[in-house]
T-cell receptor, first 117, second 110 residues
Framework: DADVTQTPRNRITKTGKRIMLECSQT?????MYWYRQDPGLGLRLIYYSFDVKDINKGEISDGYSVSRQAQAKFSLSLESAIPNQTALYFC????????????????FGPGTRLTVL | TQLLEQSPQFLSIQEGENLTVYCNSSSVFSSLQWYRQEPGEGPVLLVTVVTGGEVKKLKRLTFQFGDARKDSSLHITAAQPGDTGLYLC??????????FGQGTELSVKP
């Protein structure tokens, strides 16, 4: 079974609709991240969470919101989808203890391809 | 704003050729990671380099971290079609976030 799962894998929706993308992990990691990927732009950070009570905005948070329901679950919402939010969305986790040999190595889900018409 | 400039953006080569991908920044990173992504999948971590000047090898892939910890390179020897994919570098700024380069799309033709 995959350690980081995302649902749905593909979604087509219309402008103005509310969309929720879900991420679940079985790795036991505290840190979770949401990225979007567009061709030629790499991965850009939308939101991140260091634990259940901690939510932080990334570089492109406008138009998005998140909810950390449990250590294992982190959801991304588009309150009113618009066409330029068409992209690949990835969830990732990491386990940074802060001790020696602790690096922010991230484990990614398979992605959600979102199309907004 | 910290940026990582990755080059080239696209690379199409024949099987057996060598190639190098570069990742450059004006910022210092505590560590730098390289990921590989195949179509329909998420990025997968290949390696983390931590010390300035560090060189790590993974079969035919050689990763180097610059002495000043601002740049890195990935060299592939005798590329094979199975190396085809998107290669991403990512710097750790110790703020809990990774800064990603734009990616290098590699195509290795038989």
């Amino acid at each position: 079974d995959a350690d980081v799962t995302q649902t749905p894998r593909n979604r087509i929706t219309k402008t103005g609709k509310r969309i929720m993308l879900e991420c679940s992990q079985t790795k036991g990691h505290d840190r979770m991240y949401w990225y979007r990927q567009d061709p030629g732009l790499g991965l850009r950070l939308i939101y991140y969470s260091f634990d259940v009570k901690d939510i932080n905005k990334g570089e492109i948070s406008d138009g998005y919101s998140v909810s950390r329901q449990a250590q294992a679950k982190f959801s991304l919402s588009l309150e009113s989808a618009i066409p330029n939010q068409t992209a690949l969305y990835f969830c990732a986790t990491s386990d940074v203890t802060g001790g020696p040999g602790s690096y922010n190595e991230q484990f990614f889900g398979p992605g959600t391809r979102l199309t907004v018409l | 704003t910290q940026l990582l400039e990755q080059s080239p953006q696209f690379l199409s080569i024949q099987e057996g050729e060598n190639l190098t991908v570069y990742c450059n920044s004006s910022s210092v990173f505590s560590s730098l990671q390289w990921y590989r992504q195949e179509p329909g999948e998420g990025p997968v971590l290949l390696v983390t380099v931590v010390t300035g000047g560090e060189v790590k090898k993974l079969k035919r892939l050689t990763f180097q971290f610059g002495d000043a910890r601002k740049d890195s390179s990935l060299h592939i020897t005798a590329a094979q079609p199975g190396d085809t994919g998107l290669y991403l570098c990512a710097g750790d700024n110790q703020g809990g976030k990774l800064i990603f380069g734009q990616g290098t799309e590699l195509s290795v033709k038989p």
